[in-house]
């Protein structure tokens, strides 16, 4: 299962973060700046794929892409496979190329129902719903209208 899906800049602020368990604004915002340091003193060398069990407990890990001035990142439980996670979030920076023409961090900002609204159509309840950019496309669409 998905516990989490964050975007962040390289300064730390976070540009969406929806938690699939129920958190306190607090830990969530303490979770938000514990994931912030681990991937800000990693160099850009070594893999995207951590442990990250001193944050979010037991059998947690955390797979991330740096995009330009974004990273985004997924934390899930062992159920989930790391590189389908990887390709997860690649899937999800092309719907939103799609959607915004080269997402950028203001895209997200001035966005966010929008981005919402992908999010929940790629993944939902922190299950993966569905993994083609395509078809999340028309369902955005559908919404919209």
Do not use: W
């Not at 699939?20 to 938000?32: A, G, H, M, S, T």
């Not at 060398?45 to 944050?55: A, G, K």
């Not at 997924?74 to 159920?79: I, K, P, Q």
């Not at 955005?140 to 209208?145: A, D, H, L, P």
């Amino acid at each position: 299962m998905i516990k989490a899906v964050m975007m962040m800049n390289t300064q730390g602020k976070p540009r969406l973060a929806k938690f699939y368990d129920f958190l306190p604004v607090e830990k969530q915002q303490e979770l938000i700046r514990g994931v912030f340091s681990v991937l800000s003193s990693r160099p850009e060398n070594v893999s995207n794929f951590l442990e990250i069990d001193s944050l979010f407990g037991p059998d947690s890990r955390l797979v991330y892409k740096h995009y330009a001035t974004l990273y985004f990142v997924l934390v899930f439980d062992g159920s989930e496979n790391e590189l389908a996670m990887l390709d997860l979030i690649q899937v999800l920076v092309e719907t939103l190329d799609k959607c915004f023409s080269n997402v950028c961090e203001l895209d997200i900002v001035f966005n966010y129902s929008k981005m919402h609204t992908v999010l929940d159509e790629i993944v939902f309840g922190g299950q993966v719903l569905e993994t083609r950019s395509d078809e999340v496309m028309k369902a955005v669409e559908e919404i919209s209208k």
